[in-house]
């Protein structure tokens, strides 16, 4: 009996465009895995430049191998159902325009273009970036907070000579990287909507309008300009994961393509929102069970026994950090609003039992769709068990999550409903079409201007440019406070990133928010070596802090 593994029996209508999605888990996942393995072994590659060049090259031959693998699901350019190359682009146009918008963005003076990501949470992603690039590996014995992409960004970093004493470096590189990840996002939702488009009936064309319209909305300032500009990182790595692991199961459930991107969706997701991986978990479960059904059970059951076993073991630190360290009971904190954008959510949830209903006889794409509920209902069980509201900051991030999901569902649910009044009242059909593509319009127009703000300083609460000299000033990192001519949270921001600068063992981490001068004065009194940071004049510096009469003044 011969041993075969065969990669997928679909072709895929998306081709290349599908394949992107799955190729950045996959490779987000080797370097996880590798990162992990190292600090099990000692080696700390990430803390040089030479050697972190021989970690990438050591993962690029991981991925290479896996992408040699997934080549199998290229479309069958014979196939009906693959789309047309200008239907791809319209598929991928949503994403493509924030691609843009990072390209532009680099005619701007460096303050101007960083502005928007010296913002919310994206600064405290900074600083365990650092810590990574400064351990050299994936650990977690001093902080339990998951983080898979920081690791990447920490590789990127390390090769390209970024961070360590270069804190601006480190700035620039993440604000373009965090901006790439959204632009991923984007992509990942509008290749599963098209994707559902065409597993429910639909025409490759209209099939790709729904991709693109779905694609466009995560650009709407309740997706994109809610959590970029919040730094919400890991939530935007948990979507491109669910995305992409959903999208696998509903277009090539029985390969061991699915299985492996789903794996590594898992371990991604072990890294990095543990309360996710209940989505993930089941996700990457049918797609082995599947796999196992569809040839010789015993043989692949050791191979997903294999690639499981790799999952769990490259999971563990994280999971058992969290455990150890957070609990369930941390979701009871509501420190940030996270916003919910309850009209989508309504809507997603309504098209989404819109299509169950006209397609049940269709087990996977039902499954999927289930998927796109879960993290509301687990939201909903959550806020339940910890007794907190589900608009509280995590049950809320988990909304969002399934008002995201639900997006895929939207153009899928709208297409069929127009094929069904079409057939039963033609009439109809002409007015309701041109409902649609007006909605579809206005969806492309408010996406193409969208992430303009971002890029003019709308989303920020802090001066870039002031940030940025701060960082630069000599001596900086041994700040205790600082106080600047910046707005609102331009002392906090540069106060936060400068912790990126100290070691995490024996780091104590700034206070989070604005200071008064009370909290400051303690702040100086406390340190063996009060520091000031600050662009002001000396003497209005002394008359601020006059409770610290020999604190040493820094400028930039």
């Known amino acids: 009996m011969s041993f075969s593994l065969p990669l997928s029996r679909q072709p895929d209508a998306l081709g290349i465009l599908g394949r992107t999605g799955p190729l ?8 996880v895995l590798a990162a992990v393995a190292c600090d099990r072994i000692g080696w700390t590659p990430l803390d040089s430049r030479w050697t972190s060049a021989a970690f990438l090259a050591l993962v690029t031959a991981t991925v290479a191998g896996a992408w040699v693998l997934m080549k199998g699901l290229a479309p069958n350019r014979r196939s009906t159902k693959g789309m047309s190359r200008a239907q791809l682009w ?5 994403a493509a325009t924030l691609v843009l918008y990072a390209a532009a963005a680099f005619f701007l003076a460096r303050p101007s ?3 928007w990501f010296l913002n919310g949470d994206h600064v405290r992603h900074l600083v365990l970036v650092a810590d990574i ?5 994936l650990s977690y014995d001093v902080r339990p907070y998951p ?5 990447a960004v920490a590789l990127l970093s390390s090769v390209t ?3 360590g004493s270069d804190l601006v470096g480190l700035v620039d590189l993440m604000a373009t990287a965090t901006w790439l990840l959204y632009a991923m996002v984007t992509l990942t939702m509008a290749a599963l909507a098209a994707s559902m488009g065409v597993r429910v009936g639909l025409k490759t064309l209209p099939a790709a309008i729904a991709g693109s319209v779905a694609g466009a909305a995560t650009l709407w300032p309740s997706f994109l300009g809610n959590y970029q500009a919040l730094g919400l990182e890991s939530s935007l790595v948990a979507a491109v994961v669910l995305a992409v692991t959903l999208r696998e199961v509903l277009t090539h459930h029985g390969s061991l393509s699915a299985f492996l991107v789903c794996s590594a969706g898992l371990l991604v997701m072990g890294h990095t929102w543990q309360l996710l991986l209940p989505v993930s978990g089941l996700a990457a479960a049918m797609a082995g069970v599947r796999y196992i059904r569809a040839g010789d059970p015993w043989k692949r059951i050791v191979v997903v026994a294999g690639i499981g076993g790799v999952v769990l073991y490259a999971s563990l630190p994280s999971l058992t950090a969290v455990a150890k360290s957070v609990g369930v009971s941390h979701a009871a904190v509501a420190d940030i609003v996270a916003p919910v954008p309850m009209l989508t959510l309504a809507v997603g949830l309504l098209s989404t039992a819109v299509v169950m209903w006209l397609r049940r006889r269709d087990v996977w794409l039902v499954f999927v769709l289930l998927l796109t509920v879960l993290p509301a209902l687990t939201s909903v069980a959550l806020a339940a068990r910890v007794g907190v509201s589900v608009t509280t900051y995590y049950p809320a991030k988990l909304l969002w999550h399934s008002a995201l999901l639900g997006l895929a569902a939207i153009g899928p649910a709208g297409g069929l409903l127009w094929s069904s009044i079409r057939a039963r009242q033609p ?11 007006a909605a579809a319009v206005l969806c492309a127009v408010g996406a193409a201007w969208a992430p303009f703000p971002g890029l003019t300083g709308k989303w920020s609460t802090a001066d870039g440019a002031t940030v940025l000299s701060l960082l630069q000033a000599p001596g900086a990192e041994g700040a205790t406070v600082v106080w600047s001519d910046g707005r609102l949270n331009t002392d906090a921001i540069t106060r936060i990133t400068l912790d990126a600068s100290k070691q995490e063992e024996t780091r104590v981490d700034t206070p989070q928010g604005r200071l008064t001068v009370d909290e400051e004065c303690r702040l100086l009194r406390a340190s063996p070596a009060p520091v000031i940071l600050s662009n002001r004049p000396p003497a209005e510096v002394r008359a601020r802090y006059g409770c610290v009469p020999d604190a040493q003044i820094i400028a930039p």
């Open 133 to 137: 690039q400064a351990n050299g590996a």
């Open 90 to 94: 319209l598929v991928g146009a949503p």
């Open 113 to 115: 273009r960083v502005e």
């Open 161 to 163: 000579g970024s961070g």
């Open 427 to 437: 009439s109809l059909a002409v007015p309701i079409r041109a409902c649609l593509g």
């Open 147 to 151: 983080r898979a992409w920081h690791t």
């Open 24 to 31: 950045f888990i996959i490779s987000l996942g080797c370097v």
